[in-house]
């Protein structure tokens, strides 16, 4: 058994794509829309969904914002180096919401930025996890 992707629903596709391609780097694997559904299938990773788990983004065509609500947590993505990470999330547009330091009680060294919905993105630093 694997994990397969975490699912996300996203008020505006292409805003969405633009910034988990363009600003954190990922590829869009394959997309699908569903007519009958009124709704589209985006799916987005670092690497192909037989090698890793990926994040699919649900965009239900009349349904242009979500509650987050409050068992959300975050996405996790290990970078080389958080706090080049955050300033290119910044140049990128992108919003950082906890800049790049030691977690609080602990060395390793993360940082927090946000998607276009709001969703939290974790950054932790290859080779500072210890805690």
């Known amino acids: 058994m694997r994990i397969l992707h975490t699912m996300l629903r996203v008020g505006n596709l292409q805003r969405s794509l633009d910034f988990y391609t363009r600003v954190l780097g990922m590829r869009e694997l394959r997309r699908k829309d569903y007519p009958d559904g009124k709704f589209t299938l985006a799916f987005v990773g670092y690497q192909d969904e037989d090698q890793g788990a ?9 349904t242009d914002r979500y509650d987050l609500g409050n068992g959300y947590g975050h996405i996790a993505i290990e970078v080389d180096d958080a706090y080049a990470a955050c300033d290119r ?43």
């Not at 990926?54 to 009349?62: A, F, K, R, S």
């Not at 009680?105 to 996890?129: C, L, M, N, W």
């Open 89 to 131: 999330v910044r140049e990128l547009g992108g919003k950082v919401t906890r800049e790049a330091g030691p977690m609080k009680h602990g060395s390793t060294v993360i940082a927090f930025v946000e998607d276009p919905d709001g969703y939290k993105i974790e950054f932790i630093q290859r080779g500072t996890r210890k805690d």
């Open 54 to 62: 990926v994040i699919e983004l649900t965009h239900n065509w009349d």
